[in-house]
């Protein structure tokens, strides 16, 4: 949340060089609050456990939010009874003509897809196209990142040798960005993915920045310099025991996965994972929310 200081103070230059928010008493007066409207489309198979790691990350904040559920309609899940979806979900064309402060994509099981292959990808384009005019700020996941990316600016994604699973060392690029603000010089996050994007093809996207690399991981953080599309190649909003849900998942499969990365004490996967990436996970879906949700959206959507 912003600091509210008295415009003369001495304090504000120096605070607002190093790019932290501070709000003047003259601006917070006239500052009118309402709860934010967030839209979740999952496109996860483990829906629930999806949507109790995110709202447990939405709801880290001082900021009321309403949050909606949306599943896409030309695709039929098999992982989450069809009550849960009845009952808690929606489709696009039943929000369509709504307008939201921010959006999250997740992730999907879908990278090693050509896009157009996805069954639901015309949908999905329509979801991003609709965007652009009725969300303030999305926030993209994983393969959903890799989608927006390549939708939104045409970056390609590339297959990796093999899958990239664990936890890893990453490093910003940009420090007083508001995104990471409060964040480590190095801090960590979760990977689970067959696929990547890389530097040099979001560089060539002149309305890109990279905020966060990993030398293992490749880039983590990307966003547009208006920030109303951030793109998060990995997973911080995993709870402990997912990574190794997965590996046992595959391991089962007779994949014969390789043990995730940083992850198992000892790369002992009969042992607790340990989980190290929970703070930054939480400064970085605040900062989203502040930064990009909360202090730039108008009062009145209609006005997007």
């Not at 003509?97 to 099981?109: H, N």
């Not at 709870?239 to 997965?246: C, I």
């Not at 992850?263 to 989203?288: C, G, K, V």
Request: negative net charge.
């Amino acid at each position: 949340m912003p600091i509210r200081i008295d415009a003369s103070l001495p304090a504000r230059n120096v605070l607002e060089m190093e790019n932290i928010f501070v709000m003047t008493r003259e601006r917070a007066v006239h500052q009118d609050i309402r709860p934010l409207r967030i839209v979740i489309l999952n496109l996860m198979p483990t829906k629930v456990e999806t949507e109790t790691q995110l709202l447990r990350l939405l709801s880290n904040s001082p900021i009321q939010v309403d949050v909606e559920l949306l599943q896409m309609a030309t695709h039929t899940s098999k992982n989450t009874a069809q009550e849960h979806l009845l009952t808690f979900y929606r489709t696009f064309d039943e929000i369509k003509d709504r307008k939201y402060d921010g959006m999250i994509i997740t992730g999907a099981p879908v990278e090693q897809m050509p896009f157009e292959q996805v069954d639901y990808w015309p949908e999905l384009c329509e979801i991003f196209t609709w965007s652009r005019r009725h969300v303030y700020s999305t926030f993209h996941i994983c393969w959903g990142a890799q989608a927006g990316l390549y939708f939104h600016h045409g970056v390609p994604k590339y297959p990796l040798e093999q899958k990239l699973s664990g936890v890893y060392s990453h490093r910003l690029l940009d420090p007083i960005h508001p995104l990471v603000r409060g964040l480590d010089d190095e801090y960590m996050a979760p990977h689970s993915r067959y696929t990547e994007v890389r530097r040099q093809d979001i560089y060539k996207a002149k309305s890109l920045q990279v905020l966060s690399f990993s030398e293992q991981a490749g880039v983590h953080l990307v966003a547009d310099f208006c920030c109303r599309n951030i793109y998060a190649t990995g997973h911080s909003e995993y709870d402990r025991e997912t990574l190794a849900k997965e590996y046992f998942r595959d391991v089962a499969k007779g994949i014969h996965p390789a043990v995730p990365v940083n992850y198992f004490p000892e790369d002992d996967p009969q042992r607790t994972p340990r989980m190290h990436w929970r703070s930054a996970a939480t400064i970085l879906f605040a900062n989203w929310l502040n930064y990009y949700v909360y202090q730039r959206t108008p009062y009145d959507l209609s006005v997007l």
